[in-house]
C-alpha cells in the first residue's frame, strides 16, 4: 500500500507570496491532519479535514487555510507568506481521526521564505 | 493550558539503555504516542500507551502512569541507528494530537 505523499517537497517563496501545499492519504484513510513543525518547536497542529469537513483548528493565523477533496486527497494554502513561515509543513493520514488511531506521516514539504 | 514537556536532547552509548520521560498537562487523555523521526525525515509510530502500566515491543518499552501525567520510553541495547528524534504526543479530549517538542537522542560508538 502506497504511504502518504506530499508535494512538492520544496520550496522557495519570498514574503507576501501564497503557497498551496498537497498531501495525498494512505488509500481508504479518510482523516487528514497538517502540522507546521519548526527547530525547537515541535509539531503545531494546524487543522484537521475528515469528509471534506474540518474537524478541528489549532491557533494560527486565517493566513492558513486549507481544504479536502471528495478522493480525502488534501490541500492546505498560506497566503501573504512571513519569514516566520518558513518550516517543514507535514500532513498524516489516519482511517478516521478516532481517539485510538495511530497517524502516518508524509515526507514533508520544505518551505523557506525569503 | 496544554502542555507536553519532554527533555531537549540525551546522550547514550551503543549497547546501553536509555530512558525518555515525558510529562503532559491536557485537556482530557485519551492515550499517549511515541513517534520516532530520522533528521529530514517523517515521523514514523513506535508506541501507543491508553492504560497504565508498560507495553514492550522488541527493544523499544513505553510506560504510563495516568495519575502523574508521565510517560516514557525505554530503548534497549541500543544501536546507531536509534539516533533520532523522540517525540511524545498526548490525544486529548477534542481528538487533537498535543505534541512534545522531541528529544534528540544521540548515540555514540
Known amino acids: 500500500k502506497a504511504g502518504v505523499t506530499q508535494t512538492p517537497r520544496y520550496l522557495i517563496k519570498t514574503r507576501g507570496q501564497q503557497v498551496t501545499l498537497s498531501c495525498s492519504p494512505i488509500?481508504?484513510?479518510?482523516?487528514v491532519s497538517w502540522y507546521q513543525q519548526t527547530p525547537g518547536q515541535g509539531l503545531q497542529f494546524l487543522f484537521e479535514?475528515?469528509?471534506?469537513?474540518?474537524?478541528n483548528k489549532g491557533n494560527f493565523p486565517g493566513r492558513f487555510s486549507g481544504r479536502q477533496f471528495s478522493n480525502s486527497r488534501s490541500e492546505m494554502n498560506v497566503s501573504t507568506l512571513e519569514l516566520g513561515d518558513s518550516a517543514l509543513y507535514l500532513c498524516?493520514?489516519?482511517?478516521?481521526?478516532?481517539?485510538?488511531?495511530?497517524?502516518?506521516f508524509g515526507p514533508g514539504t520544505r518551505l523557506l521564505v525569503l | 493550558g496544554q502542555n507536553i514537556d519532554q527533555p531537549t536532547e540525551m546522550t547514550a552509548t551503543e549497547g546501553a539503555i536509555v530512558q525518555i520521560n515525558c510529562t503532559y498537562q491536557?485537556?482530557?487523555?485519551?492515550?499517549l504516542f511515541w513517534y520516532q523521526q530520522h533528521a529530514g525525515e517523517a515521523p514514523t509510530f513506535l508506541s501507543y500507551?491508553?492504560l497504565d502500566g508498560l507495553e514492550e515491543k522488541g527493544r523499544f518499552s513505553s510506560f504510563l502512569s495516568r495519575s502523574k501525567g508521565y510517560s516514557y520510553l525505554l530503548l534497549k541495547e541500543l544501536q546507531m541507528k536509534d539516533s533520532a528524534s523522540y517525540l511524545c504526543?498526548?490525544?486529548?479530549?477534542?481528538?487533537?494530537?498535543?505534541w512534545g517538542a522531541g528529544t534528540k537522542l544521540i548515540i555514540k560508538p
Open positions: 498524516a493520514s489516519s482511517l478516521a481521526g478516532g481517539f485510538l488511531e495511530t497517524q502516518y
Open positions: 488509500s481508504g484513510h479518510r482523516s
Open positions: 479535514y475528515f469528509s471534506e469537513t474540518q474537524r
Open positions: 491536557t485537556s482530557g487523555f485519551n492515550g
Open positions: 500507551n491508553v
Open positions: 504526543a498526548v490525544r486529548a479530549s477534542n481528538y487533537q494530537l498535543i
